[in-house]
């Protein structure tokens, strides 16, 4: 089964900007949908941005202008750019991929990395 690495998190002033970073241990897979979703403590996990394999995005309002998602089809690769950053954007986030497998498509999960904003 693949797995997902991902990377880029720390901890940034508010206003600051990251960038994560999401990769797919095998790149000959086909992957479908990739996202980003974040888990505050004592919170529920929720969807940040996602993209399709044609480029469609769809953000969660609260990131709406300020954060970017994209891709790199040929690496399996997916991106968060975060801008203008606010204590509220801390969380874990983790990436996300729906794979096509030999059967069925699965959905697996990175194993998050923190983001932590400073007021």
């Known amino acids: 089964q693949v797995q997902l690495v991902d990377s880029g998190g720390g901890l940034v002033q508010a206003g600051g900007s990251l960038k994560l970073s999401c990769a797919a241990t095998r790149s000959t897979v086909l992957i479908n949908t990739m996202g980003w979703y974040r888990q505050a403590p004592g919170k529920q996990r929720d969807m940040v941005a996602t993209i399709s394999r044609g480029g469609n995005t769809n953000y969660a309002d609260s990131v709406k202008g300020r954060f970017t998602i994209s891709r790199d089809n040929a690496k399996n690769t997916v991106y968060l750019q975060m801008n203008s950053l606010k204590p509220e954007d801390t969380a874990v986030y983790y990436c996300?991929?729906?794979?096509?497998?030999?059967?069925?498509?699965?959905?697996?999960w990175g194993q998050g990395t923190q983001v932590t904003v400073s007021s």
């Open positions: 996300n991929a729906v794979v096509t497998g030999a059967f069925s498509e699965y959905n697996t």
